[in-house]
């Protein structure tokens, strides 16, 4: 979906899924990170951004514990800008 439509995000931006939390232990390293999570019957994301493995290392942070699944494209590209 973000193939020739959104070319403003930067070079090299990575993007990461999980299957489940248990097998999350990449997504930390990651631009943008996305767990799947089920909360109150809604299918929706953890989310983590901000990590890296270039020339200085960094973990991402938790940007929210819940993003509905609807709001994954938007966020995707809003995020592409920190």
């Known amino acids: ?19 489940c ?10 631009d943008i990170g996305f767990v799947p999570v089920l909360k109150d019957g809604k299918v929706g994301f953890k989310v983590y951004i901000g990590g890296g493995l270039g020339d200085r290392p960094k973990y991402a942070f938790e940007y929210t514990d819940f993003l509905p699944v609807e709001q994954l494209l938007l966020c995707t590209v809003c995020n592409g800008h920190f």
């Not at 973000?2 to 931006?13: A, D, H, Q, V």
């Not at 939390?21 to 390293?29: D, G, N, R, T």
């Open 1 to 19: 979906m973000l193939i020739g439509k959104y070319e403003n995000l930067p070079r090299k931006f990575k993007i990461g899924f999980s299957c």
């Open 21 to 30: 939390e248990k097998h999350s232990f990449l997504i930390p390293f990651n």
